[in-house]
């Protein structure tokens, strides 16, 4: 891919070779907000936009997908969210939508591998721990996206963050890694490539970009959290969950156990900005977060802030 000479220089490694872009970045694929507008921008700005199949409203996912290819000539994934699937045709549904990358979380990685590899897409499995890193390589997937615990969404009860989760998962796999959670900008990013990673992955940072379809009050949320602003919910059951505080989650982070039912009304919090109606899945590092940018200026600085803090590693 020829890059505008006004941009940062590209990187070349395993992740961006296997994916065809020139910045080892992807958008995480977040329901209801993993759409075209925001997974346009994401391709186009030279990284990897996501769109998401875990609202289970596939005709809405196919219109989706079909406006991306007239959004962006550039290359796009899919991801399957096994937790949430309700055909069991999702595989055959992502392939027939002619993508060439999936995503797959939230299950089993034996499940959609074999036959998603077969129709001759890359496939990167979601893990939490390094003994899920293990099985989902021993699975053949291309590549794994290694989510620390800090990150916002549906968690592994016992989390564990990425400082310690990324270092231990690229010691003991050969395959490309993607970090996740808590990569917000050019720094965390060196972090992670640092750790062993070849790739991020941003949820909470595009949660907040412009084109990211969120109502503001969410985003303004997000650009008030301080670090500590966050909720872990069902530690003790699953699914796990990091939200943002809210009045609503900080009597939930009490409970014993959290249902699904809580998202009954999430699209009033999602577009309707009624901060109290569901539970704001977001990470820790919305805490790093000051001010809602479009996604080409992210992942611009992004890749400035990543070529100035390798720079300034020190040398022999």
């Not at 910045?23 to 921008?41: K, T």
């Not at 231990?168 to 970090?179: D, F, K, R, S, Y």
């Not at 750790?195 to 303004?220: D, F, I, Y």
């Amino acid at each position: 891919m020829q890059m505008d000479q006004n941009k940062p220089a590209p990187i070349r490694n395993r992740i961006t070779d296997l994916l065809n872009i020139p910045y080892p970045i992807v958008q995480a694929p977040m329901g209801y907000i993993a759409r075209s507008a925001l997974a346009s921008a994401v391709s186009n700005a030279g990284a990897l936009g996501i769109i998401e199949t875990s609202s289970g409203d596939l005709v809405a996912v196919r219109k989706e997908i079909a406006m991306m290819k007239d959004l962006t000539p550039h290359p796009f994934g899919v991801n399957i969210a096994q937790l949430f699937v309700r055909d069991e045709s999702i595989a055959d549904f992502v392939v027939e939508q002619g993508v060439r990358m999936v995503t797959t979380s939230a299950g089993d990685p034996t499940k959609y591998t074999k036959q998603l590899k077969s129709a001759g897409l890359k496939v990167f499995h979601v893990v939490p721990t390094l003994a899920a890193a293990l099985k989902a390589q021993d699975a053949g997937v291309d590549g794994l996206v290694v989510e620390g615990g800090e990150g916002g969404g549906f968690k592994n009860p016992k989390d564990v963050a990425t400082m310690v989760l990324l270092p231990l998962v690229c010691e003991h796999v050969e395959i490309p890694v993607i970090a996740a959670g808590g990569i917000t900008d050019g720094k965390s990013m060196a972090a992670a490539f640092a750790l062993g990673a070849e790739g991020v992955q941003m949820g909470t940072r595009m949660v907040s970009a412009k084109e990211s379809p969120v109502h503001e009050n969410w985003k303004q949320a997000i650009i008030n959290a301080k670090e500590t602003d966050t909720v872990f919910l069902n530690r003790f059951s699953r699914p796990a969950l990091r939200a943002l505080r809210t009045e609503k989650t900080t009597l939930l982070e009490h409970e014993d156990h959290v249902g699904l039912e809580n998202f009954a009304n999430m699209t009033d919090l999602y577009f309707g900005g009624d901060m109290e109606s569901s539970i704001a899945l977001t990470g820790q590092v919305a805490g790093r977060i000051t001010s809602v940018k479009p996604v080409a200026q992210i992942i611009n600085e992004t890749m400035v802030g990543f070529w100035d803090a390798i720079g300034r590693f020190p040398t022999p």
